[in-house]
């Protein structure tokens, strides 16, 4: 019953977030966007009441970093010591997420094709938004996090592979919003702007959160 009304109060907050972004109205921004996440991490820290398993703990310190991560995010107008920041919170956020999703893998041959796609989206990602950056520093810093980001989702998708339940879709799909939920955002920051960009942003990454942190229940 708690965890229900967590997610309603969740998504509440979340769209109260996102208008608040949306017009600009700073000091409530300001407010709600860390509120949102850590309701998020009230959704975690009651699995762990409940299971008590490695892989809640592990979602649950990396939904507090993500929290950390999204307060120097929301600072405007963006500052890039600020984002260097935030990027750093959610490399050990994507870590912890690919610890967790990858806790009893084992390797099969047919991985080697992951690495390969891998390699592809990296590519394009760099022909979209690495090469309108001039600075080599700031190049290297988001291509790291790009690359986490991207392996952290294809952790998550070889779950699939191993068995297809609530748990690893929930994943699955939570790390493909996460994952659009960044491109979105790259797109906006280093190639055009994005007139919906709060929604669409908040939008993924809210949900993508809000499902990763769900398959600690399963």
């Known amino acids: 019953m708690i965890k229900f009304i967590l997610i309603i109060v969740f998504f509440v907050l979340l769209v109260i977030k996102i208008y608040f972004s949306q017009k600009k109205i700073l000091p409530l921004k300001y407010l709600f966007t860390p509120v949102t996440t850590f309701i998020l991490v009230l959704i975690s820290l009651l699995s762990i009441y409940y299971f008590q398993t490695q892989y809640s703990l592990l979602i ?3 939904l507090i970093l993500s929290l950390i991560g999204d307060i120097f995010n929301m600072i405007e107008p963006p500052e890039y010591k600020f984002i260097q920041i935030a ?28 690495i390969i796609l891998i390699l592809i989206i990296l590519f394009v990602l760099y022909k979209l938004i690495l090469k309108k950056i001039s600075s080599l520093k700031e190049k290297i810093n988001i291509f790291i996090y790009i690359l986490v980001v991207t392996v952290s989702l294809f952790s998550a998708v070889y779950n699939l592979t191993v068995k297809i339940n609530l748990k690893s879709i929930l994943i699955s799909a939570g790390m ?21 960009e709060p929604l669409l942003v908040w939008g993924f990454y809210g949900s993508a959160q809000l499902l990763i942190a769900l398959s600690c229940y399963y």
């Open 60 to 62: 649950c310190v990396g």
């Open 87 to 114: 990027g750093v919170y959610f490399v050990f956020t994507q870590l912890l997420y690919i610890t967790a999703f990858l806790k009893d893998y084992i390797f099969q041959y047919f991985h080697l094709f992951s």
């Open 176 to 196: 493909i919003l996460f994952w659009g939920s960044d491109f979105i955002l790259g797109i906006h920051v280093f190639v055009k702007k994005v007139k919906l």
